[in-house]
T-cell receptor, first 115, second 114 residues
């Protein structure tokens, strides 16, 4: 299996621009998670989906952030408009069932820099 | 609400020495416990997890952890480290009733020196 795939691996953009991060989970996994990692706040869960349905988006920082999962093999995290404080590494992870006992499998991350 | 505290932000150690990375958690409900490792410029991968049963859990790469319910701790240990163990280590919990929602500690940077 190829594992969780994220694109792009690096993104540099200017403040005010729209940014779209993409994720392909492991085939057959029913749950998908988006995390953000910064030096100040560590690893934070932004949102997670079960069977393509958003279950908990309480970690999404504000309305500028949105996430979709149109099918079982693809998800996007969009920031519009982007701000310098959004600079971080964004990870996508998937798990078989979304159960608390599951192992989550992480992608390599997208390093976002907003100038 | 839940929280995870990793007591050391950095742990330097010499190769072949033992190491312990400390983790304490706070939760009003029962939790599952995890240790993940992040190598430079990579995503996280699971080292081990405690779900139930024996409080001593063995994981990959010779690591083990012990769950102590009375002290709400889940410390990670390895009897002899290698240079290749240099990485950041994250302790995390998932409450029983909240699906796969992982709550992470701030991480401990393990640096193994020759």
């Amino acid at each position: 299996d190829a594992g969780v795939i994220q694109s792009p691996r690096h993104e540099v953009t200017e403040m005010g621009q729209e940014v779209t991060l993409r994720c392909k989970p492991i085939s057959g996994h029913n749950s998908l998670f988006w995390y953000r990692q910064t030096m100040m706040r560590g690893l934070e869960l932004l949102i997670y989906f079960n069977n393509n349905v958003p279950i908990d988006d309480s970690g999404m920082p504000e309305d500028r952030f949105s996430a979709k999962m149109p099918n079982a093999s693809f998800s996007t995290l969009k920031i519009q408009p982007s701000e310098p404080r959004d600079s971080a590494v964004y990870f996508c992870a998937s798990s078989p069932w979304g159960a608390g006992t599951d192992t989550q499998y992480f992608g390599p991350g997208t390093r976002l820099t907003v100038l | 609400a839940q929280s995870v505290t990793q007591l050391d932000s950095q742990v330097p150690v010499f190769e072949e020495a033992p190491v312990e990375l400390r983790c304490n958690y706070s939760s009003s409900v029962s939790v599952y416990l995890f240790w993940y490792v992040q190598y430079p410029n990579q995503g996280l991968q699971l080292l081990l997890k405690y779900l139930s049963g024996s409080t001593l859990v063995k994981g990959i790469n010779g690591f083990e952890a012990e769950f102590n319910k009375s002290q709400t701790s889940f410390h990670l240990r390895k009897p002899s480290v290698h240079i290749s163990d240099t990485a950041e280590y994250f302790c995390a919990v998932t409450p029983y009733n909240q699906g796969g929602k992982l709550i992470f500690g701030q991480g401990t940077e393990l640096s193994v020196k020759p």
